[in-house]
């Protein structure tokens, strides 16, 4: 095994290049780490050298094992190998009093210590190698490494004196030497000394497997991870002694299937399908979930991983990361959920890992090592990347397909599972352990029956293939007479400018009702620009699904950056279009021929049908929800011919504006809807709700209270300003 660099050697490494070789923010972290004693500081300063490989004369491998080491000596204490010898095994772990006294209740013959720089190490001799083993695992290390290695003294012994013929003939009767690694994603390669008598019968053995393949440049033999537990079982029947893949079949050695954990209590009651989906994900184990957007598959996944006692991942879009973390907390709210960004120290949630996709190649090395027994890839089709050998052909498909590779769960999430060309769903095939998979020359099998030039070929063949690994629902099956649902997006913004203006409203209180409405309004217009980049993000992802989209906001900033963005490919309606070209917009979005509408809440609220779309994005909240609703029913008409409309609102988290909007739209809907219904537009005034809840804040910050007699009244008089001519005019 590779050894570590020292806390010495990498505070050598990290001061050469302080002030000189580092970037302008890694030199700020360098700076403050001026000599490393710390497990922490060792892992951050190995995480920031891992970018300058070039600048020094460093191991990439010996930095990554450098990094997950001390990574790992922050969550659990890790004793492992640092290189073995014809008398024992060489072991480093972290200082621990504990571990000391069980090294002094051994005889002082059976193991030695050396130094090197500042870093301890030490022997254990291979007599006593099986009790030491027992003794860290009873003190809680975690010793996975020693676990597999000490199975075989001999190997070890031979691997040391590197002399095949010696290991050979130290190698008990009818034991053979394996050399077994990660072959790309998801197979193992294996090599043996063919001198060796019970070759042939590992031959023979391997020959067994669907998926085996020999190189004979290099002489060695690859198969799938998913049949290793088989060839052991073989290898084992054959009488063949070795324990080289013991590692790899304790990863894949399945556990018997869990039931669907009691869910009666949920305040959001599970629809039966949804139940019936859960036993089915938990049952299969590694199935694609494929229901059609609005059946609900995030709720279904929190279900199948709250059901299962032991951590997992999620996988999905940067955009998604919150509302997963959302979903979750709505079914166990004391869940523990990290979110794990770029710019992060590397952390796992006790029950609940959220990461997006562009993210999960910068930690995949510390990802693999955790070996999840449970992975959600969300909007899998952002792994569908593949190229002509059947390869993942983007880094971000590589590395979610080396993540899971060990996972006994694996549940590709997404409603296009087939997005354009048959082989899109190779990856997520590959994912799931397909039988199509799983066999010889896999690839260009699948390649000449379901690839033609075209892209697609023998697509009845293929969904008979894969429709029993797939849970698929249409909602007008499950929900027929649903018509609208509305879903609430949280998303992560830069919030010091809001703050900002909220703070100067809190010291301006006794100001004049229209001051105080228009810096509300500049409050709600920098949101929405915030909000800007996420909402077309969000629709992005929408149009790469093949779907039409109409995004919505009050602010011509926001229409602005939608029109810079999607050029041709959009139709607008802003306030001072004219008639003619309004309808112009509608006609183009109707026919299909433009994928994306772009609209003012006010202008395109009203007189406007766009039952071609059944998605509304709506960046940014109105005052009076009677507008939201009107623009809402620009899709949700008599003349709807989607079977169920898709409303997304945008908040941002922690903004107070925001988040008073959203509870008021969640929890009084109902109302809302009475009231437009029964033609009463003010029945819920937002406004006074945002002042009464800023009011209340300013008293929590010791701001003095308003005199209320000299207070103006919140009710907009009719010769004020309009919120919309506030909005369109100033912004």
């Not at 009702?513 to 709600?524: I, T």
């Not at 306030?575 to 809440?601: P, R, T």
Request: proline letters at 3%.
């Amino acid at each position: 095994m590779n050894e570590i660099y020292s806390k010495a050697e990498l505070t050598v490494f990290n001061s050469t290049l302080v002030n000189g070789g580092y970037n302008d923010f890694d030199n700020a972290i360098g700076k403050t780490i001026k000599i490393i004693e710390s497990d922490k500081d060792a892992a951050r300063i190995s995480r920031v050298l891992l970018k300058y490989s070039n600048h020094l004369v460093i191991s990439i491998d010996k930095m990554q094992k450098s990094l997950y080491v001390y990574d790992r000596a922050l969550l659990r204490p890790l004793v492992y190998i640092d290189s073995v010898d014809a008398i024992g095994i060489w072991c480093k772990w972290s200082y621990s009093p504990k571990l000391k006294q069980v090294l002094d209740s051994y005889n002082k013959n059976f193991y030695t210590w050396s130094k090197e720089l500042d870093s301890w190490k030490c022997r254990i001799s291979y007599s006593i190698i099986k009790s030491f083993y027992n003794d860290v695992k009873r003190l809680g290390y975690d010793s996975t490494d020693l676990g597999v290695a000490i199975t075989n003294n001999y190997l070890l012994i031979a691997k040391a004196l590197d002399n095949d013929n010696y290991a050979i003939n130290l190698l008990p009767k009818g034991a053979i030497t394996l050399s077994v690694g990660r072959e790309n994603t998801h197979n193992l390669s294996i090599k043996f000394d063919s001198k060796n008598p019970v070759a042939e019968t590992v031959v023979k053995a391997l020959e067994t497997l669907s998926t085996v393949k020999y190189h004979k440049t290099g002489n060695f033999f690859t198969f799938s991870l998913a049949e290793v537990c088989k060839l052991a079982d073989t290898l084992d029947e054959y009488g063949v002694k070795t324990s080289d893949l013991d590692f790899w079949v304790c990863q894949m050695n399945h556990t018997d299937v869990n039931e669907v954990k009691d869910f009666s209590t949920l305040a959001r009651e599970p629809y039966p399908y949804q139940l019936d989906d859960v036993k089915t994900m938990l049952k299969e184990k590694t199935v694609i979930n494929a229901n059609q957007m609005g059946c609900g598959k995030t709720f279904e996944c929190v279900m199948v991983g709250e059901s299962l006692d032991f951590p997992k991942l999620v996988i999905c879009p940067a955009s998604l990361r919150l509302n997963w973390k959302k979903e979750i907390k709505m079914v166990n709210p004391d869940a523990d959920v990290v979110i794990l960004r770029s710019s992060d120290e590397f952390k796992i949630g006790v029950d609940w890992t959220i990461i997006s996709y562009n993210t999960v190649p910068n930690f995949q090395f510390m990802l693999e090592c955790q070996y999840f027994q449970c992975v959600f890839s969300d909007e899998a089709h952002f792994i569908k990347a593949v190229d002509t050998y059947g390869n993942p052909d983007s880094i971000r498909a590589y590395a979610v397909l080396r993540v899971c590779a060990t996972a006994e769960y694996v549940f590709p999430v997404t409603g296009t599972p087939i997005s354009n060309r048959n082989k899109d769903i190779w990856n997520l095939l590959k994912l799931i352990r397909h039988p199509l998979t799983q066999r010889t020359n896999e690839w260009r099998n699948f390649k000449e029956t379901y690839c033609n030039e075209s892209g697609s070929s023998n697509n009845n063949a293929l969904y008979l293939n894969i429709k029993d690994f797939m849970i698929r629902h249409l909602k007008s099956e499950v929900l027929p007479d649903l018509k609208k649902t509305r879903t609430f997006v949280p998303n992560e913004v830069d919030l010091d400018e809001y703050n900002r203006e909220i703070e100067e409203y809190l010291k301006n209180r006794e100001s004049s009702a229209a001051e105080q409405l228009a810096r509300l309004a500049k409050a709600r217009v920098i949101l929405a620009k915030k909000k800007a980049p996420k909402t077309i993000q969000f629709a992005d992802e929408l149009l790469e699904q093949g779907e039409q989209v109409i995004i919505a906001t009050n602010f011509n900033y926001v229409v602005d950056a939608c029109r810079k963005h999607y050029g041709d490919e959009a139709v607008f309606v802003i306030g001072g279009m004219s008639d003619a070209k309004k309808d112009e917009s509608v006609k183009l979005f109707q026919s299909g021929e433009k994928k994306i509408f772009i609209g003012n809440i006010i202008a395109a609220g009203v007189g406007l049908t766009l039952t071609k779309g059944k998605i509304v994005i709506i960046n940014d909240y109105c005052w009076n929800p009677g507008d939201l609703l009107q623009m809402e029913d620009r899709v949700s008409r008599p003349g709807q011919k989607a079977e169920c409309c898709e409303i997304y609102y945008m908040y941002a988290e922690d903004a107070d504006i925001d988040e008073i909007f959203t509870s008021t739209l969640t929890n009084k809907m109902d109302s809302i809807n009475a009231a437009i219904d029964n033609g009463a537009d003010d029945t819920i005034d937002m406004l006074a709700l945002v002042k009464e809840m800023l009011e209340e804040k300013a008293r929590n910050k010791g701001y003095k209270p308003v005199d209320k007699d000299k207070k103006e009244s919140v009710k907009r008089k009719s010769d004020e300003p309009s919120d919309a001519d506030l909005i369109e005019n100033s912004f």
